[in-house]
């Protein structure tokens, strides 16, 4: 039977290569994100192949996300597969001279925003006794760098609300399971640093970091298992990375 996926942070990264990657194999899809021309670019090139449905709304805010599925057609509204993707760090500085606006937007969309759409869309799920919820992580969220910070603890959150939603949805028939990656290539560092591409670029250069891809094709392997396996925790870097720290740049 097909399955529909429903993608926060579809428009760009890896929630886009993960769109991209579960049409090329058949899932149904609703993708999700708040810059509409991108959205609508991106249902015109995949609903070739599958059925697309997009929704924009801001994960920070509680009624839209709550509204935004409530809004969902019949032939998309029972979603199979959650990817809590959308998320992003905002600044990067010691502690003392972090800005509280970029502590709140990372705490706010990486924490908050996930939970909102945990919250609109797991009850129907335990409703149906199935389902398979992604929790996008980080290696921010396995350990602390400097001027990580907030970030990093934004991640620790999504680790530790990962392991939650699994304990608590035990018995449900509902799977849940991270994918935290290490570095990779897409639009991240060009939030991070606010628009500032030659400082963006830097953090990339010297070594082959990972393709959103990637970690779409990791996502669609782990979507895959069978009902009785679930990847709880799943930890990727590019070969040239061993910690947040350590990176073999040449
Ligand atoms: P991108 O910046 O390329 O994509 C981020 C996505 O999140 C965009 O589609 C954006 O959509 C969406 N988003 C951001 N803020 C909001 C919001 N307030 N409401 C709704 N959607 C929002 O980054 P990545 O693809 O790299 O990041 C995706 C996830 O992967 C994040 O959770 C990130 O923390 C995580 N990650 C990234 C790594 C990396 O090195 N790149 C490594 C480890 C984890 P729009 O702006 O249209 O709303
Ligand atoms: C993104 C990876 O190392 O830039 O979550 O924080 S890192």
């Not at 929704?55 to 599925?69: G, H, M, P, Q, T």
Request: net charge negative; proline share 3%.
């Amino acid at each position: 039977m097909t399955k529909t996926a429903f993608i926060t942070g579809a428009t760009s990264g890896i929630g886009k290569s993960t769109a991209i990657h579960f049409a090329q194999n058949g899932i149904d899809l609703v993708l999700c994100g708040r810059r509409q021309d991108r959205l609508d670019a991106l249902k015109e090139e995949l609903d070739k192949h599958v059925q697309v449905h997009t929704l924009n709304f801001d994960i920070r805010n509680k009624a839209s996300v709550k509204e935004a599925v409530d809004s969902l057609p019949k032939e998309f509204a029972e979603i199979d597969i959650l990817i809590n993707n959308a998320g992003n760090a905002h600044g990067m500085d010691t502690i003392q001279e972090g800005n509280i606006d970029d502590w709140d937007a990372m705490l706010d969309i990486n924490v908050k925003g996930l939970l909102y759409v945990s919250k609109a869309v797991i009850p129907q799920m335990v409703a149906r006794k199935s389902g398979h919820i992604i929790n996008i992580g980080s290696t921010a969220g396995k350990e602390v760098y400097p001027k990580g910070n907030v970030y990093c603890a934004s991640k620790h959150a999504v680790d530790a609300i990962n392991q939650g939603m699994r304990i608590d949805l035990n018995g449900t028939g509902v799977r849940v399971g991270a994918v935290n990656p290490g570095l990779v290539e897409t639009e991240f560092s060009n939030v991070r640093f606010k628009g500032d591409e030659d400082r963006a670029d830097k953090v990339y250069k010297g070594f082959q970091p990972l393709k959103p891809e990637d970690i779409a094709d990791i996502i669609h392997f782990v979507v895959t298992r069978p009902y009785h396996v679930n990847i709880a925790d799943l930890v990727v870097m590019p070969t040239a990375q061993a910690s947040s720290t350590i990176v073999d740049k040449k």
